[in-house]
């Protein structure tokens, strides 16, 4: 069974507990060390390497240039549909 519920629902929850500094404390430091865990797990990939961000990218004006016009292809699109229609054209 899943159960979906609002962080502010959650949070109210806890309050309504009257946890200790210390409990909070220490519920602080978990879920802070499980966000630190997939953080990494998110940021690297399957080898270990560092994933490359967008913003680490740097694109000279030159090349930015030459492909600012270049459409991306539609989600649909069938490679090897086009594969078989470029090679019948060369080949023909």
């Known amino acids: 069974m899943n159960l979906t519920i609002s962080m502010?629902?959650?949070?109210?929850?806890?309050?309504?507990?009257?946890?200790?500094?210390?409990?909070?404390?220490?519920?602080a430091d978990h879920l802070y060390e499980e966000v630190k865990a997939e953080r990494k797990a998110a940021a690297t990939t399957t080898s270990g390497w560092p994933k490359i961000r967008r913003e680490d990218l740097?694109?000279?004006?030159?090349v930015m240039k030459l492909v600012e016009d270049i459409e991306p292809l539609p989600k649909d699109f069938d490679y090897d549909k086009a594969r078989l229609e470029y090679l019948l054209k060369k080949h023909g």
């Open 8 to 27: 502010n629902t959650v949070l109210n929850f806890l309050h309504s507990m009257a946890l200790s500094t210390s409990n909070k404390q220490w519920l």
């Open 58 to 62: 740097h694109i000279s004006p030159e």
